[in-house]
């Protein structure tokens, strides 16, 4: 393949995977190489990335500003439908990979490279995830897999090749986990984290205080919605992008979106990650009490037997996929009532819903209410001894165990 490669553009991120992999398809395929860099939220860590793309051999260097898009049309429709892969992860990194890949196929074909070039290892689910946009979006292109094909068997194997070439990286032998951060979470995975009996260090984490260390004193937001998208903290509105960053540094300097899980890649292996997702917890809680008082039983029960599948998509990389369309067509639908507000109390690592409320709430605190008010017309409380009465037909004996 490598005779018919001529210009490939590669997935950069500056670190020290993807700065190999920039010299490293220079060598081998003696093309040149286009450096991609979406931009989802990594802040600090794009500073000076041209630069060092084309010191390393880059003809050139995209960079393109993903965060609106990104929290827009993935994070968002992800909070709607309350997604949780295996009941714990709030998907950060596989919400991401969808619109890298769209925009990498964009990029691709506006810089005239007839390849792409990604930096997910042969064992993880990036590869999937990428791969599976590439083919949905840009079949024509030809995919380069450098972790499935050369020779470096580790990241030390890759430090070393760095050294070689005077390639410039941030890993060290001392510090070699893998960090991926964007503008909903920051996972870490690999080196010291690989046994899942070694706790986390302290000193690993950015976006999150540790509980002992946050306030003394607890916080409250208000998180306003709209047909089930965040559109407000404490009345005041935000865009998507400024919203989940402004409830990322409330949540975060108390301590919330920790999670520490073992999980079950798609490629078959179990895998340990430990993640720091503040904003995007506090938004899912959020959420879920606004639908408490909006959204119509039967829906939410149906929307609920739709999550793990749709949750499942999403990890295993087919969001540009038919079944996709239909369960986000779904979702959106059951979201047209969900408008109003949840008071959320942060504290010390802990989360609660302390209110919520809407102008379009399905809850009558007459009907509830243990008083008589309201309930002459509406709900006649003799009525439930038929219900029961009928719900209990088929049970007639069913838990009779022979004992008298």
């Known amino acids: 393949m490598s005779g018919d490669v001529k210009r490939v553009c590669l997935a950069y991120s500056g670190g020290l995977d993807t700065s190999v992999i920039l010299r490293w398809l220079i060598e081998t395929y003696d093309c040149e190489v286009v450096a991609y860099c979406a931009d989802v939220g990594q802040e600090e860590e794009l500073s000076g990335l041209p630069d060092k793309a084309r010191a390393s051999g880059a003809v050139d260097c995209v960079i393109r500003d993903l965060r609106e898009e990104f929290t827009r049309d993935y994070v968002f429709p992800a909070i709607q439908a309350n997604a949780l892969y295996e009941g714990t992860y709030l998907?950060?990194?596989?919400?991401?990979?969808?619109?890298?890949?769209?925009?990498?196929?964009?990029?691709?074909?506006?810089?005239?490279?007839?390849?792409?070039?990604?930096?997910?290892?042969?064992?993880?689910?990036?590869?999937?995830?990428?791969?599976?946009?590439?083919?949905?979006?840009?079949?024509?292109?030809?995919?380069?897999?450098?972790?499935?094909?050369?020779?470096?068997?580790?990241?030390?194997?890759?430090?070393?090749?760095?050294?070689?070439?005077?390639?410039?990286?941030?890993?060290?032998?001392?510090?070699?986990?893998?960090?991926?951060?964007?503008?909903?979470?920051?996972?870490?995975?690999?080196?010291?984290?690989?046994?899942?009996?070694?706790?986390?260090?302290?000193?690993?984490?950015?976006?999150?205080?540790?509980?002992?260390?946050?306030?003394?004193?607890?916080?409250?937001?208000?998180?306003?919605?709209?047909?089930?998208?965040?559109?407000?903290?404490?009345?005041?509105?935000?865009?998507?992008?400024?919203?989940?960053?402004?409830?990322?540094?409330?949540?975060?300097?108390?301590?919330?979106?920790?999670?520490?899980?073992?999980?079950?890649?798609?490629?078959?292996?179990?895998?340990?990650?430990?993640?720091?997702?503040?904003?995007?917890?506090?938004?899912?809680?959020?959420?879920?009490?606004?639908?408490?008082?909006?959204?119509?039983?039967?829906?939410?029960?149906?929307?609920?037997?739709?999550?793990?599948?749709?949750?499942?998509?999403?990890?295993?990389?087919?969001?540009f996929s038919p079944e996709m369309d239909f369960m986000r067509a779904a979702i959106e639908s059951s979201q047209r009532n969900v408008t109003g507000e949840a008071r959320v109390r942060l504290f010390k690592g802990g989360l609660q819903i302390t209110g919520r409320r809407s102008p379009v709430s399905l809850y009558s605190e007459a009907l509830s209410s243990f008083e008589d008010a309201g309930e002459a017309d509406t709900y006649i409380q003799a009525d439930a001894t038929g219900f029961i009465r009928l719900q209990g037909l088929r049970l007639a004996g069913a838990g009779d165990d022979g004992k008298s």
């Open 91 to 319: 998907l950060g990194t596989a919400l991401a990979r969808p619109v890298i890949g769209k925009h990498h196929v964009h990029v691709a074909r506006e810089t005239g490279c007839d390849a792409v070039a990604h930096g997910a290892t042969g064992k993880g689910n990036d590869q999937v995830r990428f791969e599976l946009a590439y083919r949905a979006l840009g079949p024509e292109l030809a995919v380069i897999a450098p972790w499935r094909e050369w020779d470096l068997r580790s990241r030390t194997d890759c430090m070393a090749y760095a050294q070689k070439y005077e390639i410039p990286v941030t890993a060290t032998v001392d510090k070699p986990y893998s960090m991926d951060r964007n503008l909903l979470h920051i996972s870490f995975e690999g080196g010291v984290l690989e046994d899942p009996w070694n706790a986390p260090d302290e000193s690993m984490f950015v976006m999150t205080k540790s509980p002992e260390d946050a306030p003394d004193t607890p916080a409250e937001v208000i998180v306003g919605f709209e047909q089930g998208n965040a559109v407000s903290i404490d009345g005041k509105p935000l865009g998507p992008a400024a919203l989940l960053g402004r409830l990322n540094q409330i949540a975060g300097a108390h301590g919330i979106g920790r999670v520490d899980m073992v999980e079950n890649r798609f490629v078959g292996l179990k895998s340990r990650g430990v993640y720091e997702t503040p904003g995007g917890t506090v938004l899912h809680a959020a959420h879920r009490a606004v639908e408490s008082i909006t959204l119509d039983r039967e829906v939410m029960h149906e929307r609920d037997r739709l999550m793990p599948r749709f949750a499942e998509l999403i990890y295993n990389g087919f969001w």
